[in-house]
């Protein structure tokens, strides 16, 4: 019976274990988590998701302090086109966050960056070139896009002079979306070095619409593999969504997949960005806890636990501290959502919103308890302590129980 470490990712010369953990943005794939992995001999990801607040966190820059008082003025206008990201800044954080993982990593691993398209940030064209470029610039080993179709994204790294040794990847949910990549960044002779094929169990955002329940990651990876061999592309593929133990990663590992990515299992490591008290959220958690639902203002459905304060808040939105997901003329169809509840209830202190939320705001807090399907197995893969809670794990254990367990075990803690 074959274990996960039986396998290697391959990277031109490069040797790895073919445990990939996938970028959860705002910090929850914090730098610790990554870095963790490299040592391991796998790849961790960071994430790029709001990275100037996550440098006044870590870093002691004053980025959002310092773009709330520019903007101050326009608070209480619903139109927040004038509202613009410092570009030097959002430079400067992808530099401290990307530099400081890449200075501390330490082992045969590497440690990429997760970059999502939909984060528009009112200027989609020229902040997503600056988080790309600066994130090579920084020494990243490795780019995966994701969160979007990412058409244009290589071109916009093209004369980089890393563009053709960092490892770039995509993610796709369909053989569709693989094949318009493809064709469209076809125009700068360079093939993705890996295609993270990501399932409708995922956690985070979802590449398919609500009716994902009819999609399977088992029939979209064989059916990319066969495009693949029938091009003869030889492109590693990565399955991820609901890669739940090491054998659920062999089984996809002996069917030609070169690596796998998961998430979920390490939502309730140490050195993941949760708060503790939000990781015994995310343990106790039963199946019908958890949903897909609309609330994202990217349009993208997005998988959460049904009790995080993000659903229904009404709060006012922080456009002028964040506004990661301003589109190209400055709209986010939360503004429209929280107009509209304030317009209808012109009296109240307090509002509330259902059908969206400010995702910004609520992420950047751990509000929105985004989570993948199997994350109410998480209490089976540790001890309940005599006080109720759950014991939190070390990233790796979890790896090694990834890297070594067989018979669709999962080791408990010591
Ligand atoms: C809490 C959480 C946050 C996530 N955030 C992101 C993200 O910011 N960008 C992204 O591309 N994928 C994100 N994902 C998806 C993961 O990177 C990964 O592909 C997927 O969850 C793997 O499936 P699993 O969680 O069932 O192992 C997130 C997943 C989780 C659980």
Known sequence: MKRVDDFRLHFGKQELVPIVVGGMGVDISTADLALEVARLGGVGHISDAM????????????????????????IDNS??????????????????????????????GMIFINCMEKLTMNAPRETLTVRLRSALDAGIDGITLAAGLHLGS?????????FRDAKLGIIVSSLRALQLFLRKNARTNRLPDYIVVEGPLAGGHLGFGMDWAKYDLRTIVNEIHQYLQAEHLDIPVIPAGGIFTGSDAVSYLESGSAAVQVATRFTVAQECGLPKDVMQEYFKASESDIE??????TGYPMRMLKSCPAIGSG????????????????????????????????????????????????????????????????????????????????????????????????ALPE
């Open 51 to 74: 990275l100037p607040t996550v440098s006044d966190r870590r870093y002691d820059t004053d980025f959002v302090k310092e773009k709330l008082l520019q903007y101050h003025y326009n």
């Open 79 to 108: 139109n927040k086109a004038a509202v613009k990201f410092d570009l030097s800044q959002v430079a400067e954080a992808t530099r401290l966050h990307v530099g400081h993982a890449m200075e501390a990593k330490r082992g045969s």
């Open 154 to 162: 290589f071109a916009l790294m093209e004369d980089h002079p890393r």
């Open 292 to 297: 897909v639902n609309t609330v994202s203002p």
């Open 315 to 410: 709060i006012r939105p922080g456009c002028e501290s964040y506004g990661y997901l301003l589109d190209a003329n400055g709209n986010c169809s939360y503004i429209d959502s929280y107009n509209r509840e304030v317009a209808a209830h012109p009296e109240a202190k307090k509002v509330s919103v259902m059908d969206k939320t400010c995702l910004c705001t609520h992420m950047r807090n751990f509000k929105c308890w985004t989570c993948g399907h199997y994350t109410y197995r998480l209490k089976d893969t540790t001890h309940k302590l005599a006080d109720g809670s759950y014991q939190v794990l070390s990233a790796e254990h979890i790896f090694r129980d990834y890297q070594f367990s067989i018979d669709n075990k999962v």
